[in-house]
């Protein structure tokens, strides 16, 4: 079994930075691990992915270049850092993890507000 617990939301201006951090219990040390975002009003989307080494990471392209994710597999966290926030941003973003095929592990979500 594994449980996702997300941290670090809050309410930014536009340009200014967070950090989520997603703390696991459970077998995730081999695990491909991700992030999504949730607007209102919106499907839930893909903003990163990291493999269990980190070794290899894929962004949508909304955040490249302006977000990174990692993780620290001593401490089970993964992190999303996101620099440069824009309005759009503005979301509820999950951990996930894919212990097999999907992503089929998720968190309770955290809240992101990016003011203008």
């Known amino acids: 079994q594994v449980q996702l617990v997300e941290s670090g939301g809050g309410l930014v201006q536009a340009g200014g930075s967070l950090r989520l951090s997603c703390a696991a219990s459970?077998?995730?040390?081999?695990?491909?691990m991700g992030w999504f975002r949730q607007a209102p009003g919106k499907e839930r989307e893909f903003v990163a992915t990291?493999?269990?080494?980190?070794?290899?990471?894929y962004y949508a392209d909304s955040v490249k270049g302006r977000f990174t994710i990692s993780r620290d597999n001593a401490k089970n966290t993964v992190y999303l850092q996101m620099n440069s926030l824009r309005p759009e941003d503005t979301a509820v973003y999950y951990c996930a993890a894919n212990t097999g095929c999907t992503y089929n592990y998720w968190g309770q979500g955290t809240q992101v507000t990016v003011s203008s």
């Open positions: 459970g077998r995730t040390f081999s695990s491909d």
């Open positions: 990291i493999n269990w080494s980190g070794s290899r990471t």
